[in-house]
C-alpha cells in the first residue's frame, strides 16, 4: 500500500498508476501460480488506507481477482478502517491483534476452499 503513499513531502513522488500497479500485480501472482499452481491466494486491503485510495486500492485488487479467478481460488479481505496507534502510521500490538481477530476467520474459511 505504499504504492498509494504521498511520500515523505520532501521528495516529489509521481502519480498512482493503477494500471502499472495491476499489472505487475498480476505479474507478480503469476509467478507464484507458475511455481505452486494449486496455491489459495488472498488478496488484502490496508486498514489505512481510506478514502478514494482505498476504493482505488479495492478496484486494482478486484481486476487482479478478476484475472485469475477462472483457474485459481484467490480472495479478497477487506480490513475495516483504522487509525493505527504506532509509529508512522504503522499498527502496534493491540493493533496488530485486531487486525488478526479479522484475519483468522477469513483465512480459515478460504483455506476450506
Known amino acids: 500500500t505504499n504504492d ?3 511520500g515523505d513531502g520532501e521528495k516529489e513522488r ?3 498508476d493503477p494500471e502499472k500497479y495491476t499489472s505487475a500485480y498480476i505479474n507478480f501472482v503469476q509467478r507464484i501460480f507458475d511455481r ?3 496455491t489459495k491466494l488472498a488478496l488484502l486491503t490496508s486498514p489505512m488506507v481510506a478514502g478514494e485510495k482505498a476504493d482505488l486500492l479495492l478496484e486494482c485488487l478486484q481486476n ?3 484475472h485469475f479467478d477462472t483457474d485459481h ?3 479478497i479481505f477487506e480490513f475495516d478502517p483504522m487509525t493505527p496507534g ?3 502510521y504503522h499498527p502496534d500490538l493491540d493493533d496488530h491483534k485486531v487486525l488478526a481477530d479479522e484475519l483468522i ?3 480459515a474459511d478460504l ?3
Open 14 to 16: 509521481k502519480a498512482f
Open 36 to 38: 505452486s499452481p494449486n
Open 64 to 66: 487482479v481477482k478478476s
Open 111 to 113: 483455506l476450506k476452499k
Open 105 to 107: 476467520p477469513f483465512y
Open 73 to 75: 481460488t484467490v480472495a
Open 86 to 88: 504506532g509509529c508512522g
Open 4 to 6: 498509494l503513499s504521498d
